[in-house]
């Protein structure tokens, strides 16, 4: 019987793999985007993006859509309790019972603290933050590079220097609250250099860190 063979052989594959919940951080324009793509391929977890996600309800015209879009259409952050709903809804289906990735999200630290509850109450935790570091003149140059090729409608010079001054003002702060939690949770790589280059840099961190989602 092949076919049932190969079934048991995948599933026996997925249960191999280590449960992994991983915070993906760095400021709008270090690759998170980018390396998230590369990493749930070779990872195979589920992609969580906040920032796709809030898009997708604002495309959707609900009422929670035109309430995020208020924000994200000024670079502000959307409300934490919108913003974590949105996620523990997504990580209740079952595709994210092995981990996730986790793309712009926590951006807050109360973010943070809900999401560690949220995994706390399921014997579950964040295994690893890969903080992706790149320089404010660097991030400047690479925003306004891509709001010319992509032209998304919240990427306009203002708005591009508002989510740079957010992220100073209230994301940065995240990561001191994971390193203050859990010391050695956070990982810093260099976010210069080629996608393939820091890719490598990232897998590297991961490797050191697969297997960590249980507290025990
Ligand atoms: P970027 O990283 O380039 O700013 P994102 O796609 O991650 O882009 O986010 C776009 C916008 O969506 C943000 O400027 C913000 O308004 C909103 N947003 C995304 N994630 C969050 C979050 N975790 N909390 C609050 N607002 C968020």
Known sequence: MPSSDSGVASSAQAIDRPVMYIVLFGAPGAGKG???QRLIKSLGIPHLST????????????ELGQVAASYMDEGRLAPDELVVGIVCERL?????ARGC???????TVEQARLLDRFLADRGLR????????????????????RSRVERRVDDTPETIQRRLQVFEAQTAAVLS?????????VESVDGLGGPDEVFDRIMGA???????????
């Open 34 to 36: 980018t390396q998230s």
């Open 51 to 62: 920032g796709e996600m809030l898009r997708a309800a604002k495309a959707s015209g609900s």
């Open 92 to 96: 209740l289906e079952a595709d994210c």
């Open 101 to 107: 990735l986790f793309d712009g999200f926590p951006r």
């Open 126 to 145: 964040v295994s690893v933050v890969i903080d992706i570091r790149v320089q404010m003149a660097e991030l400047q140059r690479r925003m306004l590079e």
């Open 177 to 185: 609250y994971y390193e203050s939690r859990d010391h050695g949770t």
């Open 206 to 216: 991961v490797d050191r860190h697969r297997g960590r989602a249980c507290p025990c």
